[in-house]
């Protein structure tokens, strides 16, 4: 029987093999397989970001018409600090009531102010909330990783970089829509709903909000339940910018929430990332109405080593790939395939580099894998690593001593592991990896293609002609070539099959938001 690999157990378990069994390779180890042990020497010392200037309000209300207001409901729940355990705040609990109250306040500002304003003063709009998000970028990424588990150098240098730099680039589409659609006359459809996950809060916010207001669109955001402090927060930066009454309406809650956001008929467009699950759910809700939708759902992605890659950095970028953000991340390369002449010596260094990475308090800027996001993905991340090991994989993790409180998952992979393993097929949403091997380009294409999924890829090799050719025959919306995980404003994302449709991002994350005549 195997033995089950929870997260207590993983931070000391070091290979568990197909057959289930634990092994301890300490006294057995092969000679090819030892290393240097520098015991803690390798250990940084502590260098914690101060959040003693944060100051969280003990509840948040409803975001609604440019004012914070209670909750029809009356209800509230808690917002947790992952790491901790501990309850940062209260979230008001919207109900139908409420989307329907921001959503009427909505419609009234498109029609009263927002979509009669021309196209320059709607960016100069843009433009202040963008220099208002840099001024408060630190405070931000701070409530973010409190409020999510990201570690505070993503949060910091990459999180809040970029949701200021969506804001700047759809500033300056703005008053240059034509430019956008030659020929073509584009207008705004009115109210836009949109719903976001929990895994990039404020960026996924960002995505939805920027293109849909520069295109003169009024917007109801939907935050997730587990991270919606700074959505919040740029609520009130949405205030000191000015911004027209009821142009953003923040309502937060849980799924129903969603749903009846999604139900309303006052909506115009839908936009939603967040799981395959749900975005069935919201195609059928939609289907037969004039909604139109966007959904930005899950991923399986296959990231591609080939022999002639440069293996130092292409470790990197598998590390980049499945563990920034603690593997939540929708384009993750949770896949991995080697060409077999370079399996070992891959795997080798991938488990040496794996055993350098920092696992710990988000809030420390040298913390690499920060805290799981929540209870519920913690447990769903142990459900499928269990299976894997069932289904006679190998789990390869490094002896590390997670905190005691809070949710954590240490750094993991699996080698020997079949396209019908369930770790092979299903988004983890964790730090846990596959690797597979292939021997031709034709077999690595195959397989990396057979997936329900069609978020992105990454390609490894130094052949330039070979990145051309894998590139053009992956069914990925978003394809690396020796980088991973690369975001930047201008360039456009969104996927294939059952990874949804509709594009973000980039002069192609205009056109879900607007009509063209
Ligand atoms: P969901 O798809 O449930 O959540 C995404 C957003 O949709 C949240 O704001 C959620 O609210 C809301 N929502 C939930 N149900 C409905 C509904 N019926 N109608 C409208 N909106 C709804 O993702 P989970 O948070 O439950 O995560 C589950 C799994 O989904 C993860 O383990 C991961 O595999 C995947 N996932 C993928 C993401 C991606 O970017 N591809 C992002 C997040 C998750 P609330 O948070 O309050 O439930």
């Known amino acids: ?97 409420d989307v329907d109250r921001a959503v009427q306040a909505a419609r009234r500002a498109y029609q009263t102010s927002w979509g ?60 240059k829509l034509g430019y956008a659609f030659p020929g073509r006359t584009p207008r705004p459809l009115g109210v836009a709903g949109q719903i976001i996950p929990w895994n990039f809060p404020l960026l996924m916010a960002a995505w939805k909000l920027a293109p849909a207001l520069a295109c003169g ?31 953003v309406n923040i309502v937060t809650g849980a799924g129903d929430t969603g749903r009846a956001l999604v139900e309303h008929p006052k909506v115009d467009k839908l936009a939603f990332t967040g799981s395959t699950e749900v975005g069935k759910r919201i195609l059928r809700a939609v289907a037969g109405t004039k909604k139109k939708l966007t959904l930005e759902l899950g991923g399986k992605a296959a990231n591609i080593i080939f022999e002639d890659a440069a293996i130092d950095q292409a470790v990197e970028g598998i590390i980049s790939g499945i563990y920034f953000n603690q593997g939540h991340v929708c384009c993750a390369g949770s896949r991995l395939f080697v060409q077999e002449g370079v399996f070992p010596h891959v795997i080798r260094k991938l488990r040496d580099r794996i055993s350098t990475l920092r696992v710990g308090d988000p809030l420390d800027k040298n913390t690499d894998i920060g805290a799981i996001n929540s209870r519920m993905q913690l447990d769903k991340i142990c459900q499928l690593v269990d299976s894997g090991v069932r289904q006679g994989a190998e789990l390869v993790q490094p002896p590390l001593r997670l905190p005691k409180k809070g949710y954590w998952y240490p750094p993991s992979f699996f080698t020997g592991v079949t396209a019908s393993h369930r770790i092979a097929q299903e988004e983890i949403f964790g730090p846990v990896l596959s690797v597979m091997t292939f021997r031709t380009p034709e077999e690595a294409i195959e397989r990396a293609n057979n997936t329900p999924y069609g978020l992105s890829a990454g390609v490894w090799t130094d052949k330039g002609s070979k990145i051309f050719k894998i590139v053009n025959k992956l069914r990925a919306g978003v394809v690396w070539a020796n980088t991973y995980n690369k975001f930047d404003p201008t360039s456009p994302f969104g996927g294939y099959k059952e990874s949804g449709f509709g594009r973000e991002g980039g002069a192609h994350g205009l056109l879900p938001y607007v009509s063209l005549t």
């Open 116 to 175: 009669n304003l021309s196209g320059r003063e709607r960016g100069k709009y843009l433009y202040r909330i963008a220099r208002l998000i840099q001024e408060r970028s630190r405070e931000l990424a701070v409530i973010e990783s409190m409020d999510g588990g990201k570690p505070i150098k993503e949060s910091r240098d990459i999180d809040l970089p970029l949701v200021a730099a969506h804001f700047f680039y759809y500033a300056g589409w703005a008053d």
């Open 1 to 97: 029987m195997a033995k089950r690999t929870t997260r207590r157990d993983s931070a000391l378990a070091v290979v568990v093999q197909g057959n289930g069994d634990v092994a301890d390779n300490r006294p057995s180890v092969a000679l090819q397989d030892r290393r240097l042990s520098f015991g803690d020497k390798w250990n940084y010392a502590p260098a914690p970001e101060s959040n003693s200037y944060i100051k969280l309000k003990p509840r948040y209300s409803l975001f609604i018409n440019g004012k914070f207001v209670t909750p029809r409901s009356g209800k509230y729940f808690d917002s947790i600090n992952p790491a901790t355990e501990e309850k940062l705040s209260e979230i008001a609990e919207g109900n139908a009531r």
């Open 217 to 247: 669109n009024t917007c109801v955001l939907k935050p997730a339940e587990t991270t919606s402090i700074t959505a919040l927060h740029l609520a009130e930066i949405f205030q000191e910018a000015e911004l027209p009454d009821g142009v």
